[in-house]
């Protein structure tokens, strides 16, 4: 078993806030445990909750939808949400559920060490981007100790307001360069830590 289904059922045994007295399951988070592109949502919904999956509703179709749009699947990438529980009648997440879950959240982060993290909605980018507002950064990415975190809007947002739609989809396209630009950079960089060849005098 992975370090990351271990934690999975550490995850589904947790009840460090209320919300695990209302759930039908806790819902992990799904996906590749090597993956260089890690998406964070905000929390679980109805279908998630019954299903112990994230984003397997409506806005789960979109997503796999802008997934499809940069040639990557599932399997592909990590998927999570902020907190673990689903929060009765879908409603925002409270600050005290955010900080129970997050130690929750930290770990999945330090076992797969995605290249990029995309935070899905203003809740999950107020956890790594905190103090402006998704309408204006979304798209933008920022560096912080050295990871890249990409906010975007939820992709419920667009099932809201259609016009988000075409702006969801734009921000996605940015992330196959930003990757590339990421790899190169690091390739770079190794070829710098390599030592110097030395010539050896044969003569």
């Not at 990351?4 to 988070?29: F, M, Y």
């Not at 112990?52 to 179709?61: D, E, H, I, L, T």
């Not at 749009?69 to 929060?87: E, G, H, M, T, W």
């Not at 009648?89 to 330090?110: H, S, T, Y």
Request: proline share 8%.
């Amino acid at each position: 078993m992975t370090e990351l289904c271990k934690l999975g059922q550490e995850i589904e045994n947790c009840r460090a806030c209320k919300l695990a007295d209302r759930r039908t399951s806790a819902v992990p988070g799904e996906g590749n445990e090597h993956a260089e592109l890690m998406f964070i949502g905000e929390a679980p919904g109805e279908n998630e909750d019954r299903q112990g999956r994230p984003f397997v509703g409506a806005a789960g179709k979109f997503l796999d939808e802008l997934l499809t749009l940069i040639n990557l699947s599932r399997q592909d990438v990590y998927i999570a949400n902020i907190i673990k529980c689903r929060p009765p009648g879908n409603r925002d997440p409270l600050p005290d559920e955010i900080l129970a879950c997050k130690p929750w959240l930290d770990r999945q982060i330090k076992i797969i060490q995605p290249r990029i993290i995309i935070t899905l909605g203003r809740f999950s980018m107020a956890l790594f981007v905190p103090g402006k507002p998704i309408g204006k950064c979304h798209g933008a990415p920022v560096s912080k100790n050295g990871t890249l975190y990409f906010p975007m809007y939820h992709p419920a947002a667009a099932l809201h307001q259609q016009s988000l739609r075409e702006v969801i989809k734009a921000d996605m396209q940015k992330l196959p360069g930003l990757l590339e630009s990421l790899n190169r950079e690091k390739a770079l960089n190794m070829r710098r830590d390599e030592p110097p060849v030395q010539q050896l005098n044969l003569f």
